[in-house]
């Protein structure tokens, strides 16, 4: 019997894992991308959980913002307007940025039966230029479960308390993108003079 526990132990480890798939662009060192700025979080590709959905995306767009400036990219934080929000160029240039970063949430499946919960979160991150060029591209899910007598401990475990697994995520979705290319700052000094 122990035997079976350690087995269905090690399959509900191993469930969790997964890898980053990313691509990085060739014009991304000529775009050289330093402000960026955000998208809302589009909920398109996987319903919107009701009760939590305005938390979750807080959290993904604070977190996002978080892990872009520990790259040293500058984030403009300005709310793009509902007409400008149509394409990811177009919230760049309005935001007089030179990027914008689009979160797609593609999963956010929470299940329960008797005493075993999961949660399943798939997400694809984009970079796109002011002229609409993809930049960066991440595509990552993770899921992860959880089984025990007791099902609400399980439950607030696994399910409740996702703003860990959130900030892993990130991390681990950020990690693909290279750190930010400092703006040249040389042979500006007389910028000032008339």
């Not at 060192?29 to 319903?47: C, E, N, Q, R």
């Not at 604070?62 to 160029?89: C, Q, W």
């Not at 475990?157 to 860990?164: A, C, F, L, M, S």
Request: aromatic letters at 8%; a negative charge; hydrophobic letters at 45%.
């Amino acid at each position: 019997m122990n035997r079976l526990y350690t087995v269905v132990f090690i399959l509900i480890m191993l469930s969790g894992c997964s890898t980053v798939d990313s691509s990085l662009s060739e014009k991304f060192a000529d775009v050289k991308p330093y402000t960026i700025a955000l998208m809302p979080i589009d909920w398109s590709g996987a319903g919107e959980p009701k009760a939590i959905g305005k938390d979750v995306s807080r959290l993904f767009k604070s977190m996002a913002i978080e892990a872009l400036r520990s790259k040293r990219y500058n984030v403009s934080t300005d709310e793009p307007d509902g007409a400008a929000v149509k394409k990811p160029a177009d919230v760049a240039k309005a935001a007089g940025a030179d990027a914008a970063l689009v979160i797609r949430m593609n999963e956010w499946d929470a299940s329960e039966v008797l005493s075993y919960a999961s949660l399943k979160i798939g997400a694809t991150i984009e970079m796109h230029s002011k002229d609409d060029e993809l930049l960066w591209r991440v595509e990552y899910a993770t899921s992860e479960s959880d089984a025990g007598l007791d099902a609400s401990a399980v439950e607030a475990g696994v399910i409740k308390t996702y703003e860990p697994r959130i900030q892993r995520f990130v991390d681990a979705a950020f990690s693909t993108l290279p750190q930010a290319a400092l703006p040249d700052k040389r042979g500006r000094f007389f910028d000032w003079l008339p």
